[in-house]
């Protein structure tokens, strides 16, 4: 009986990770940049096409507002449930006062003609919108002038996040990394020791940072950014945005539907399946369990329950072992504890809980090649009449 428990354990925590994440009707197909919530119910999402989406029960429904242009939005932010901001191509900032019914055009005629990817404020009065050749816009009165900021680099800026009113980092191409300590008003390039794209960026304090990119690239600093670590992601997949609910969980979404998710401040990153094949954009949660990715389709995912990574289909009995692990060409699977080869297989599970590999063991210690696996986290398993063993296995 034991031995059946533990199965039906394996298979219906992989289930289980099928189901976290829902689809939402969006109304549209377009690609959908970045949600924001300015409470549990109310969201906003900005896409394609001068596309604005909104939600007053948290994401149950969906209705577009219309902006009046027909501009890539590419960041969207509310600083109240009434007054936010929309930034896309061709240095357009909208501006709404009434929850969305309506939007404004912001004059931006001080900045050279460039597109703005990432939007954020520190209060009601002061934001910043950036872009092309490190162009940083400024505004110190909710929206109603924004001056140019000089950066010294004429990086293209992908995101932008404070800290508080003095302290934000700015990311973009090669790599680059921006500070201010006095509001905006100077900033410093940080190494970051990469040159591949970063497109997102957010802190949990005032020293721990962190940072995602192309090649599934995630960096870490612990001290205010003088020094960024990489952090092992498990995919060469390009990651685009970031978000952390407190110090130790957070979320990160990126292309072909992946979704990452840590519980121990960003030390380790698990994959989440998501359901998706698009490319998703941007990720927000309102809670520590309820959250929203949305991307390309018009795809618009929901969790209420923090989803859950593959690492939580735990290893119900250590006599397993598998190494290298993470592998990319050859797999070793050493079963030197097991006393007993009869009727022994082996199962191979991808984060959809398909069977990838299968075959019988004859040997306490199995060589296999997975080049033909496609990168990522996976289960294997490992069962005969006595045994049932599970463990996780990351394919670069």
Not at 137 to 164: M, V
């Amino acid at each position: 009986m034991k031995k059946i428990y533990i199965l039906l354990i394996a298979l219906l925590t992989i289930n289980i990770v099928n189901a976290q994440w829902t689809v939402q009707s969006s109304g549209t197909s377009q690609i959908l940049s970045s949600v924001f919530f300015s409470d549990a119910n109310n969201g906003y999402v900005c896409g394609s096409g001068g596309m604005i989406l909104k939600t007053t029960n948290a994401g149950a429904a969906w209705t577009i507002k219309t902006s009046g242009l027909t501009t890539n939005f590419n960041s969207i932010y509310f600083t109240s449930s009434t007054t936010g901001y929309a930034v896309g191509d061709s240095k357009t900032i909208i501006k709404t006062t009434d929850g969305g019914t309506s939007w404004i055009i912001q004059d931006t005629s001080t900045a050279y003609i460039c597109n703005l990817y990432s939007v954020y404020f520190t209060n009601a009065n002061t934001g910043y919108a950036i872009g092309y050749n490190g162009l940083i816009l400024k505004t110190t009165n909710a929206g109603t002038t924004w001056d140019s900021i000089y950066t010294g680099t004429t990086k293209i800026l992908r995101s932008i996040h404070f800290i508080d009113a003095n302290n934000g980092y700015a990311v973009g191409v090669s790599g680059t990394i921006l500070k201010t300590t006095d509001g905006g008003s100077t900033w410093s390039t940080l190494t970051s020791g990469v040159s591949y794209v970063l497109y997102g960026v957010r802190f949990t304090s005032s020293t721990t940072g962190y940072t995602v990119g192309a090649n599934g690239g995630i960096l870490k600093t612990t001290n205010g950014g003088t020094t960024w670590d990489s952090i092992y992601s498990g995919t060469t997949r390009t990651l685009r945005s970031i978000y952390f609910t407190d110090a130790n969980n957070g979320y990160i979404d990126g292309y072909n539907g992946i979704i990452l998710k840590t519980t121990n401040g960003g030390t380790t990153w698990d994959s989440i399946y998501s359901g998706a094949t698009d490319n998703l954009m941007s990720v927000f949660f309102t809670s520590t369990s309820v959250g929203y990715v949305v991307g390309n389709s018009g795809r618009i995912l929901k969790t209420t329950t923090g989803g859950v990574g593959i690492s939580e289909i735990a290893d119900n009995n250590n006599t397993i072992s598998i190494y290298p692990n993470p592998a990319t060409d050859n797999l070793t699977i050493d079963l030197q504890k097991l006393s007993n080869l009869q009727n022994t297989n082996l199962y191979i599970y991808n984060i959809e809980g398909q069977i990838v590999h299968q075959q019988q063991i004859t040997q306490l210690k199995t060589e296999l090649n997975i080049s033909e696996l496609a990168e990522g986290m996976y289960v294997v398993k490992v069962s005969n009449d006595e045994n049932t063993m599970i463990t996780k296995l990351i394919k670069n």
